[in-house]
């Protein structure tokens, strides 16, 4: 996963585009979607449908049953072809969309990849995330908060 971390206005949209060019890709952009998990789910889900329309009805299904988790939501996307997931505009998630959305990217199965695109992005998640490794920070670390004693 990739985090492009900048103030506004800094081009984080445009080298997200450019960095998703030519490859499969599903994007999400949370500016309007209210911020909720719930919100980030339907969007993702929305996503999908571009997609594999069979594959997002099985998620719509799921979901309306019970709200979707970040493992069964990777796993209903598993047997997708090889995808770039992008997220522009992650800042205005709440708090428990934030830990959702990076949960489910800790379990997005292999060969799919994912970039994010945020002003800050504040989950206590984050140090985690790129003390392992798992995570890659382009621009201002400086902008990634977390609470002490979290990492």
């Known amino acids: ?7 506004s206005g800094y081009g ?3 080298l997200l585009t450019q960095l998703v060019q030519g490859a ?4 999400v952009d949370l500016k309007n979607q209210g911020g909720q998990t719930d919100a980030l789910i339907g969007a993702l889900i929305e996503a999908v449908s571009n997609t594999d329309p069979a594959v997002a009805a099985q998620l719509l299904t799921s979901h309306q049953e019970f709200p979707l988790t970040p ?10 072809p090889a995808l770039v997931l992008t997220f522009d505009h992650a800042e205005r998630l709440s ?14 199965p292999v060969p799919h990849r994912a970039v994010i ?7 206590f998640e984050v140090p985690y995330l ?8 382009l621009g201002d670390l400086a902008t990634v908060s977390w609470r002490r004693g979290s990492v």
Do not use: H, N, Y
Not at 1 to 7: H, I, K
Not at 24 to 27: K, N, R, S, V
Not at 117 to 123: C, E, Y
Not at 130 to 137: E, P
């Open 130 to 137: 790129v003390a392992t490794g798992l995570v890659q920070v």
């Open 71 to 80: 493992k069964r939501f990777s796993g209903g996307v598993a047997s997708l």
């Open 24 to 27: 499969a890709c599903l994007e």
């Open 117 to 123: 695109a945020a002003r800050a992005l504040t989950s």
């Open 95 to 108: 708090p428990d969309g934030a830990a959702w959305l990076l949960k489910f990217i800790q379990l997005l």
């Open 12 to 14: 984080k949209s445009v």
């Open 1 to 7: 996963m990739t985090l492009l971390l900048a103030p």
